[in-house]
């Protein structure tokens, strides 16, 4: 068959055999040589065939050579077809090419490292740009290693804005490593990531190190980082860091993180049962998370009336909160 003016393209079957559409007719792979690929007709019944060369594109190369998503170049693929309804009727879902593509992925995949000592595949330190991703990696001591991954616009992005937000995840860490470490910057109201890191542990070293190489990648990029304000949780080291290495900075600690802390407490002395099932102990223990959101020059007049209310109450459910205020105060 003649193609040099057909439409062509190539998906996967159901069970992940590669299938020809030419011309909104759907060709399966009956033979391969070492030059060319043939294939046949879907209809039995018909006799076409066509053959392309070894280089055509599909779907499971793309899921092979790139990280993107996998129903995403399933829709990028599809919206480049020119099919009938007809034709795409017989073609696989995304669902149903997802388990192929994804078996596909996995065995090209490298497995997971069990030594600090490891190379990083190519691919993984470049963007889908191709630009370059990996921007720190670097043992500071034997068997202590350090990634961190951001491309130049995700560092500029960093550098220029005066919000950053950083927080730490354990869950999804590789065993390798003691967290996932995410850096973020606001811009247009919205949060964006501006850096991952594979960290070793929480120790305050680790964080001096981490931000000792971001300014040192500030500073080639002629840039400073310099952030006016940043937004943590309430882990002591990198509150402790922070405080020394952007002495200027204003440093918060996140509103969620603090609530979580506030009901971990409450846990803690009892209170949970009686927050659950208590009006009253409900909206006070609610009131006292929300001084947090008051302007600084009220904030202790409305904390003192706040606490001044539950000592000088008559209602015992009130008076089992006193060591919770207890706690704010120490």
Do not use: W
């Not at 040099?4 to 007719?25: A, E, I, N």
């Amino acid at each position: 068959m003649n193609s040099s003016s057909s439409t062509m393209s190539f998906v996967l079957s159901q069970k992940g055999k590669p299938l020809l559409v030419m011309d909104d007719y759907v060709f399966r792979l009956n033979k391969t040589t070492n030059t060319t690929k043939y294939y046949r007709c879907e209809n039995r019944d018909c006799t076409a065939t066509a053959h392309t060369d070894l280089n055509n594109v599909l779907l499971k190369e793309r899921a092979t050579k790139e990280s993107t998503p996998i129903p995403k170049i399933y829709e990028e693929e599809s919206a480049k077809m020119i099919l009938k309804f007809s034709t795409i009727a017989i073609l696989p879902s995304q669902r149903e090419m997802s388990s192929s593509l994804n078996k596909a992925r996995r065995l090209e995949t490298p497995p997971i490292p069990d030594s600090q000592i490891f190379d990083i595949p190519y691919l993984y330190t470049r963007t889908i740009k191709n630009e370059e991703f990996l921007c720190v990696d670097k043992f500071i001591k034997k068997k202590t290693r350090i990634l961190l991954f951001a491309s130049n616009e995700q560092l500029k992005m960093l550098f220029q804005n005066s919000i950053v937000l950083m927080d730490g995840t354990f869950s999804t860490c590789p065993k390798l490593f003691g967290q996932v470490f995410t850096i973020h910057s606001i811009k247009y109201e919205q949060s964006f990531i501006c850096g991952i890191g594979l960290l070793p542990d929480r120790k305050k070293s680790t964080y001096r190190f981490v931000f000792e190489e971001l300014k040192g990648l500030a500073v080639r990029m002629n840039l400073v980082f310099s952030p006016s304000t940043i937004i943590t949780d309430f882990e002591p080291s990198l509150a402790e860091t922070i405080i020394s290495e952007f002495p200027s900075s204003n440093h918060i600690g996140c509103y969620f993180n603090f609530t979580q802390a506030v009901y971990r407490q409450m846990q803690h002395l009892g209170l949970s049962i009686g927050y659950c099932s208590d009006e009253s102990i409900r909206m006070t223990c609610r009131k006292r998370m929300a001084l947090t959101l008051l302007p600084s020059s009220v904030l202790l007049k409305c904390f003192e009336d706040l606490y001044e209310s539950v000592l000088l109450t008559s209602s015992s459910a009130l008076d089992s909160l006193k060591p919770l205020f207890e706690y704010y105060e120490n």
